[in-house]
């Protein structure tokens, strides 16, 4: 794939990902795979006039964004860079790593898809964030089903901390599994309404992703996805397999002041050779590491195998 990466404001030149493989960027191309849909800033009318999100929301949910995630970057000596590309009619959002510079691409195509919600939007941010912050599994930046991971575990936590999020979660389109499954892990009103929005945030950009695919399906919470990879994806997850993914990362007990380690899958997270049931990486997309107790065990196994197949074995 030669998609463009957009790497500076408005007038700067566009480089290709080839120019940032050459020059070792980290980055990551898009929160969609390559889809080629455009919506353009409509002509005599305001943005939500054809659905989406207004310019006014748009530069809301981008500035809550950097008013948490600057001091964090800065702390790590990086420099958060969010680009606002409104007039950029791609429906994706973009992340990169030049230097100290920390940058997500926003782009206002994104903005204006007719099935967006300001929740959404602040979703597809927070993966972009998770690119640079989401650690554990990564190739430079974190991989997709990571960055989705991180994105309503740690950073829709910390972005809607002071909100009314029991307001958001007693919208009338509220996914009732959903909220149960939040109920059960969250006695606390507070955390589980803020588990329940994020949820169908998730479930906004599913809808989104399906949208875009021209897949004629429908994305539930009660069916995850029943894919089983052999390795660690590093690619886009289908969309059941996402909202599974935001799900999941809403149902996880840690705290979002518990970061994400760069090699252990276990700091921040919720893993299964831990005891979690609920908040765990979907397996449709994550492989989790042979613990280093059983590697032993597992090479032993795969000697006697081979020894049994070539004759010198039992």
Excluded at 2 to 8: F, P, Q, S, T
Excluded at 218 to 242: G, I, M, W, Y
Aim: with cysteine; net charge positive.
């Amino acid at each position: 794939m030669r998609k463009m990466l957009v790497v500076a404001v408005a007038a700067a030149a566009l480089l290709s990902v080839r120019g940032l493989i050459q020059k070792g960027i980290p980055y990551c191309l898009g929160y969609f795979p390559e889809h080629g849909v455009k919506i353009p800033v409509p002509s005599g009318a305001s943005a939500a006039a054809a659905g989406g999100l207004t310019r006014a929301q748009f530069d809301a949910v981008l500035d809550r964004l950097e008013q948490v995630y600057a001091p964090i970057v800065a702390a790590r000596g990086g420099v958060l860079e969010v680009r606002r590309l409104w007039d950029d009619g791609s429906v994706n959002a973009s992340a990169a790593r030049i230097g100290n510079r920390w940058v997500i691409n926003m782009f206002g195509g994104m903005a204006r898809h007719p099935a967006i919600t300001p929740d959404g939007f602040s979703l597809v941010a927070c993966h972009e964030m998770g690119h640079h912050l989401g650690g554990f599994p990564a190739r430079g930046l974190s991989v997709e089903g990571q960055a989705d991971y991180f994105a309503n575990m740690k950073c829709h936590r910390r972005v809607w901390l002071e909100e009314d999020n029991r307001r958001a979660a007693a919208e009338p389109a509220i996914d009732a599994f959903a909220a149960k499954r939040c109920a059960k892990v969250y006695p606390d009103a507070a955390r589980r309404a803020l588990c329940v929005r994020s949820s169908m945030a998730g479930m906004t950009m599913a809808k989104v992703a399906l949208a875009l695919s021209g897949q004629d399906t429908l994305v539930r919470f009660e069916t995850p996805d029943a894919a089983r990879v052999a390795q660690t994806s590093p690619r886009h997850p289908a969309p059941q397999c996402r909202m599974d993914t935001h799900f999941q990362s809403a149902l996880c007990v840690k705290p979002a002041t518990e970061d994400f380690a760069a090699s252990d899958s276990h700091p921040g997270a919720c893993t299964r050779d831990r005891g979690f049931v609920d908040g765990v990486r979907p397996l449709c997309w994550y492989k989790p590491p042979v613990p280093a107790a059983d590697a032993g065990l597992v090479l032993d196994a795969a000697r006697l195998i081979r020894e049994s197949l070539s004759g010198r074995g039992i």
